[in-house]
């Protein structure tokens, strides 16, 4: 199964689709519109851009054939089944549960956290407002989703109920968010928020999305006369947990996918016993094998269409030849552990439905550390739910030498 195939059962499974008398009416995965699917004349044709550009079987095409398939009984009458869609039962007196209480209990374990945030040395100027204060506010907004100034009143309810000392004013938050010294400290509260479920997580999954900003590249076009504008993107790259979607690791760079996944693995490696680690074909390299393979994990990378063994070449590689035949002669097994990917895309659309698609910051260093806030509520969100559906006690306990760590991360030292 190729990943149109895959996109395609996700179609199937997810959206209802409809026949009427010019075909099948398949709605676009993205949710804006549809297309109009037809299989009856021998050669499958939809109206999508990617059939028209490609005239090959497209997601929607699959999606189709998924819901309709085809089958000859022993007197040559073709008979038209409908394929079994597989369903989940949700857990709905834990999830009721989880979210009913979901907020008193992010702020308990957001303070917990920030507790460990040790104080900058200062030596001159002002008192600063403590760090630990900066962060659990810049966090507490992030998952309000609330402007700066609409959230002054709520962190002033945080002052009453003994969550913060002094609530700073939201211009203070503004320059705390734009400071690129607080990027690696938010890194390191996602990697140790996400460390208390390293006996549950064992199966890993890696991608890249991107979050939309309001800022433009602008420039004249001297072919068309006129000025052209695009709009910027940040781009995160990130590994998850497939049981809890709780975010291991994670990068925030305009770099090409592959590149980004041997450090994501290192990363999450220290925490926890990696086993497996599934991405797509844009991961798949001689490379990110060997660096998964590094950590005693298996590596599920469907190969690309050129790809070839190096079993009649130089050099040889064990590894890639060993993957290559079982992707292509145990695909049944391989996509097995494939199909975990998905479980990245579903960790992407829990933090854009929940917490923005879109940051409101400015600076190229405010809109990565926003980005990093909304990762960070979401692993705290994350270990709301299991606490009550795993009935996991979640304790923040920092090392001192985490601790100094930091603090060198803050004082640039």
């Given at each position: 199964?190729?990943?149109?195939?895959?996109?395609?059962?996700?179609?199937?499974?997810?959206?209802?689709?409809?026949?009427?008398?010019?075909?099948?009416?398949?709605?676009?995965?993205?949710?804006?519109?549809?297309?109009?699917?037809?299989?009856?004349?021998?050669?499958?044709?939809?109206?999508?851009?990617?059939?028209?550009?490609?005239?090959?079987?497209?997601?929607?095409?699959?999606?189709?054939?998924?819901?309709?398939?085809?089958?000859?009984?022993?007197?040559?009458?073709?008979?038209?089944?409908?394929?079994?869609?597989?369903?989940?039962?949700?857990?709905?007196?834990?999830?009721?549960?989880?979210?009913?209480?979901?907020?008193?209990?992010?702020?308990?374990?957001?303070?917990?956290?920030?507790?460990?945030?040790?104080?900058?040395?200062?030596?001159?100027?002002?008192?600063?407002?403590?760090?630990?204060?900066?962060?659990?506010?810049?966090?507490?907004?992030?998952?309000?989703?609330?402007?700066?100034?609409?959230?002054?009143?709520?962190?002033?309810?945080?002052?009453?109920?003994?969550?913060?000392?002094?609530?700073?004013?939201?211009?203070?938050?503004?320059?705390?968010?734009?400071?690129?010294?607080?990027?690696?400290?938010?890194?390191s509260l996602i990697e140790k928020s996400a460390c208390i479920l390293k006996s549950v997580e064992t199966e890993f999954a890696v991608d890249s999305?991107?979050?939309?900003?309001?800022?433009?590249?602008?420039?004249?076009?001297?072919?068309?006369?006129?000025?052209?504008?695009?709009?910027?993107?940040?781009?995160?790259?990130?590994?998850?947990?497939?049981?809890?979607?709780?975010?291991?690791?994670?990068?925030?760079?305009?770099?090409?996918?592959?590149?980004?996944?041997?450090?994501?693995?290192?990363?999450?490696?220290?925490?926890?016993?990696?086993?497996?680690?599934?991405?797509?074909?844009?991961?798949?390299?001689?490379?990110?094998?060997?660096?998964?393979?590094?950590?005693?994990?298996?590596?599920?990378?469907?190969?690309?269409?050129?790809?070839?063994?190096?079993?009649?070449?130089?050099?040889?590689?064990?590894?890639?030849?060993?993957?290559?035949?079982?992707?292509?002669?145990?695909?049944?097994?391989?996509?097995?552990?494939?199909?975990?990917?998905?479980?990245?895309?579903?960790?992407?659309?829990?933090?854009?439905?929940?917490?923005?698609?879109?940051?409101?910051?400015?600076?190229?260093?405010?809109?990565?550390?926003?980005?990093?806030?909304?990762?960070?509520?979401?692993?705290?969100?994350?270990?709301?739910?299991?606490?009550?559906?795993?009935?996991?006690?979640?304790?923040f306990l920092m090392p001192n030498e985490t601790k100094e760590v930091m603090a060198l991360n803050m004082t640039g030292n």
């Amino acid at each position: 199964m190729d990943a149109r195939q895959e996109r395609g059962l996700q179609i199937a499974n997810n959206f209802k689709i409809v026949k009427n008398r010019i075909g099948w009416k398949v709605p676009s995965q993205s949710g804006v519109g549809s297309y109009i699917v037809n299989l009856d004349n021998g050669t499958p044709f939809c109206t999508c851009p990617d059939f028209e550009k490609r005239q090959q079987p497209c997601k929607h095409i699959h999606a189709v054939e998924f819901i309709q398939q085809r089958e000859t009984d022993p007197n040559g009458v073709t008979i038209e089944t409908r394929t079994m869609r597989i369903t989940y039962n949700q857990d709905w007196t834990h999830y009721n549960e989880a979210q009913t209480h979901e907020q008193e209990q992010f702020v308990r374990l957001l303070r917990e956290l920030c507790d460990g945030i040790p104080q900058p040395i200062q030596t001159f100027g002002r008192p600063k407002l403590p760090l630990s204060d900066v962060v659990f506010g810049l966090a507490y907004k992030t998952y309000s989703t609330l402007s700066g100034r609409r959230f002054t009143s709520e962190l002033k309810e945080a002052q009453n109920d003994g969550l913060v000392t002094k609530p700073g004013h939201y211009n203070s938050a503004f320059r705390y968010l734009e400071n690129p010294e607080l990027t690696p400290l938010l890194k390191s509260l996602i990697e140790k928020s996400a460390c208390i479920l390293k006996s549950v997580e064992t199966e890993f999954a890696v991608d890249s999305s991107g979050f939309a900003t309001t800022t433009y590249d602008r420039w004249y076009d001297h072919k068309y006369g006129k000025e052209q504008s695009k709009a910027k993107w940040i781009k995160t790259h990130l590994m998850c947990g497939v049981k809890t979607h709780v975010v291991t690791s994670v990068e925030i760079t305009p770099l090409a996918d592959a590149s980004q996944l041997p450090q994501l693995v290192g990363i999450t490696a220290n925490n926890f016993n990696i086993q497996s680690v599934s991405a797509d074909k844009a991961y798949s390299s001689k490379r990110n094998l060997h660096a998964i393979e590094a950590v005693n994990a298996n590596p599920y990378i469907p190969f690309k269409e050129n790809a070839v063994s190096t079993n009649n070449s130089q050099p040889y590689d064990g590894l890639w030849d060993k993957m290559f035949h079982y992707y292509n002669f145990n695909k049944e097994a391989f996509f097995e552990h494939y199909h975990k990917r998905s479980n990245v895309e579903t960790t992407f659309s829990m933090i854009k439905t929940k917490f923005g698609t879109h940051v409101r910051a400015k600076s190229p260093n405010a809109q990565i550390n926003e980005v990093l806030l909304k990762i960070l509520c979401h692993n705290i969100c994350c270990l709301i739910m299991s606490m009550y559906e795993l009935n996991l006690q979640m304790t923040f306990l920092m090392p001192n030498e985490t601790k100094e760590v930091m603090a060198l991360n803050m004082t640039g030292n």
